[in-house]
């Protein structure tokens, strides 16, 4: 076990040609934090960062009140080597020595982190255990399938005993019916050790499987963060609302409601304060969206507007009807389609009901 180890507190301060990074993040002691966002968010520069690879253009990473970057300041300036961090990084190609076997792979963790060759290699005997490759250790990673060579990755990270385990979409090469069985793999062997870790991810099942919170990285700046579960049943962002399957609407403060291309949303408001004129967003399921071909009347309805069909998708059973004054979705059953006669071109009435619509201030940069 890792005991209290792991209690990381980075502020990134990067520019790139085209690209800015500015982020505050902190991950505590035997904490999964998943950091989810759009290709091109800063994930992985995020990543490179905190293990060294990157070296920012201000702020400080510190783990266990040991500072292992600091670009000024009161620490002045300070970059200790990848290897001498007590991070581990693991990305999606499970990076092997193709000349060793699965055990002399494993082994070479402990041995980078300053252990002895026979402590190393009962190690890496221990680890090949846990992760089920015991009687495959003598094979090398071209013998080996790729569910077999990942967990060999993990091995290898985990004997190195990190304080910090960075996960660069681990999943990503695997073949879809090896990722849940993996998955699983990581998380009962993250919760063993207590490893404090990060998880970059395009897949919320990541998320929900392995984090206990969810970060949101959107152009560089975290836009959302908090409890896996509350994110994704909240989102304040376009990027968490799709993850989750449900419609985000951006628009303004009005009154009691938010108005959006000239739409007004009542609903069920956070527990945030929200002042006329401020950005804010009305969240709903696409299943709720109620379609007509007439004005709905003589019902207690009191979101109800007029648009255009742009596109309609097919999902099993039904259709998905795609709009975009607002952008948003209604998910409808294939009776609902043929009856309404839902075609791309099609002026439609659109309602929902306020008891479904949660009103939410818009995320915002947080550093």
Avoid at 155 to 182: C, K, T
Avoid at 304 to 327: Q, S
Wanted: cysteine-free; glycine content about 10%.
């Amino acid at each position: 076990m890792t005991g209290g180890r792991g209690d990381l507190r980075a502020r990134l301060r990067l520019t790139r040609p085209g690209f800015e990074l500015a982020i505050d993040a902190a991950v505590r002691p035997g904490e999964v934090l998943a950091v989810l966002g759009p290709n091109g968010a800063g994930k992985s520069t995020l990543l490179g960062a905190l293990a060294g690879l990157v070296l920012p253009d201000g702020g400080e990473v510190v783990l266990d009140g040991r500072t292992l970057t600091a670009m000024g300041g009161a620490s002045g300036r300070v970059h200790v080597r990848p290897e001498r961090r007590g991070i581990g990084l693991l990305g999606q190609d499970p990076r092997l020595f193709p000349h060793l076997t699965a055990a002399e792979n494993v082994a070479f963790g402990p041995r980078a982190a300053g252990l002895g060759r026979r402590r190393s290699a009962t190690l890496a005997e221990e680890w090949l255990e846990r992760v089920g490759l015991a009687d495959l250790a003598d094979r090398r990673p071209a013998e080996l399938s790729g569910g077999q060579r990942q967990r060999a990755a993990i091995a290898r990270a985990l004997a190195a005993d990190p304080a910090v385990l960075l996960l660069d979409e681990p999943f990503a090469s695997l073949d879809a019916e090896a990722v849940p069985e993996i998955r699983r793999l990581l998380r009962d062997r993250l919760v063993e050790t207590g490893t404090s870790a990060i998880i970059v991810s395009h897949d919320v099942l990541d998320a929900v499987a392995l984090a206990d919170r969810t970060a949101i990285v959107e152009r560089g700046r975290l836009v959302d963060e908090g409890a896996t579960q509350e994110v994704l049943a909240a989102p304040r962002s376009a990027f968490a609302a799709a993850l989750a399957g449900l419609n985000l609407v951006a628009g303004e403060v009005e009154g009691a409601a938010i108005v959006a291309e000239g739409v007004r949303f009542e609903g069920v408001p956070s527990a945030d304060t929200m002042s006329a004129g401020d950005a804010a967003a009305a969240v709903f399921r696409p299943a709720s969206v109620i379609l007509a071909t007439a004005r709905p009347e003589g019902t207690s309805l009191r979101n109800i507007w007029r648009d255009r069909i742009i596109a309609v998708d097919a999902l099993p059973g039904g259709a998905r009807v795609r709009f975009e004054r607002p952008v948003l979705a209604a998910d409808v059953t294939a009776a609902a389609v043929a009856e309404l006669g839902l075609a791309p071109g099609l002026e439609v009435w659109l309602a929902v009901k306020a008891a479904e619509v949660r009103l939410h201030p818009l995320a915002g940069p947080r550093r």
